[in-house]
């Protein structure tokens, strides 16, 4: 005798329909929902509208500004300024920030011009990154032995490493500099009709955000930022995090510093002024708070362009370039307002919740 097993079937519901809706379209749905909180939720999607908005604008009074040549001009000066705006976005992610960019930048430049009149312009370039890194470390090195903050230290360190461009050049620009070398033509030219440094800045771009965002270092980074004194209670060595950091910062505004040599092709002493006030305002309009915990390297990318469209912008509405800093500074103080009028807003939403 075979017995059969049935199982309990679900009760009626009153009112509801025996037809259920087609399949996957509810999914399909929830999918398309999570896919457009994803994308509006990220730091870099304000930046990236109103990167949008101004090209935008400039274009509707200027239509030139929107050629080819000129948008990838733009880029390439952009690209200069996001290469040292990706260390600071690790530094401002420790609450800290570093003056001294703009010095590091102008010595490298101008030690690579004077050792390529004697040496393989490669190997110039190599030493010196290398002596940006040394830099940066000696930053690290004097803000961990006297403890205190970054900016201290650097806000002096800048004016050291300012004055060592006039030692080193005596006061003029290089000279015997090899232009027809390898390394300005393929380092300061195009690649596949696009300015060689702006591949670099978005392959280091990607690199970067790797570590920042998936590995130890970076979670560390991290942690240093949004509490020190946990972190430190928690092992992390926070002092030793914030010297790799100095260093990475240091060797990218070397690098920047030798690509902008390859392009220029000649290093004058006054290279590089207010550099290190743009390379600020990448990283903080691109989104990384200067609170600290959090950061976004592709965000300083898009805030480097914003810089380099608006000074474009102030040359086509043929504006004194004595604004420029002012703008630029404006600019920083917005995105800072912003940041914390944004940030109160939440902080309040989440106590209503709670």
Do not use: C
Not at 227 to 241: D, K, L
Not at 302 to 322: E, K, M, R, T, W
Request: charged share 10%; hydrophobic share 55%.
């Amino acid at each position: 005798m075979t017995e059969t097993s049935t199982s309990p079937q679900p009760a009626a519901v009153p009112g509801a329909t025996a037809t259920p809706p087609p399949a996957g379209t509810d999914s399909g749905r929830d999918r398309l929902r999570a896919v457009g909180r994803r994308v509006f939720s990220l730091d870099e999607i304000g930046p990236l509208l109103a990167l949008i908005g101004l090209v935008l604008l400039i274009g509707a009074f200027h239509s030139k500004f929107l050629e080819k040549d000129v948008l990838l001009s733009t880029a390439r000066s952009a690209a200069i300024v996001a290469i040292a705006a990706y260390g600071m976005v690790y530094l401002l992610a420790m609450t800290e920030i570093d003056l001294s960019v703009g010095g590091i930048y102008a010595l490298s430049l101008m030690l690579a011009a004077k050792w390529m009149a004697s040496i393989n312009p490669w190997i110039a370039a190599l030493l010196a990154i290398g002596v940006a890194v040394l830099m940066g470390a000696f930053n690290g090195v004097l803000a961990n032995i006297f403890r205190i903050p970054v900016i201290i230290i650097t806000l002096g360190t800048l004016s050291m490493y300012r004055g060592l461009v006039q030692i080193v050049s005596g006061g003029k620009p290089a000279t015997g500099i090899p232009i027809d070398s390898s390394f300005f033509t393929k380092l300061g030219e195009d690649t596949f009709g696009i300015p060689t440094s702006v591949w670099i800045v978005l392959i280091l771009g990607v690199i970067l955000t790797f570590v920042f965002k998936k590995t130890r270092f970076g979670a560390m980074v991290r942690a240093t930022g949004s509490n020190h004194q946990a972190a430190e209670f928690s092992g992390i060595p926070t002092r030793r995090i914030r010297l790799y950091a100095l260093m990475l910062t240091g060797g990218l505004a070397g690098l920047a510093g030798v690509l902008s040599l390859a392009y220029f092709q000649g290093a004058d002493p006054s290279v590089g002024a207010g550099y290190e006030l743009q390379v600020i305002a990448a990283a903080i309009i691109g989104g990384t708070a200067v609170s600290g915990g959090t950061g976004t390297v592709p965000g300083a990318l898009i805030g480097a362009l914003i810089v380099a469209v608006i000074n474009a912008g102030l040359i086509f509405f043929a504006i004194n370039s004595n604004w420029t800093n002012f703008v630029t500074g404006a600019v920083i103080v917005i995105a800072v307002g912003s940041d914390a009028l944004i940030r109160r807003r939440r902080a309040s939403r989440a106590l209503r919740a709670a």
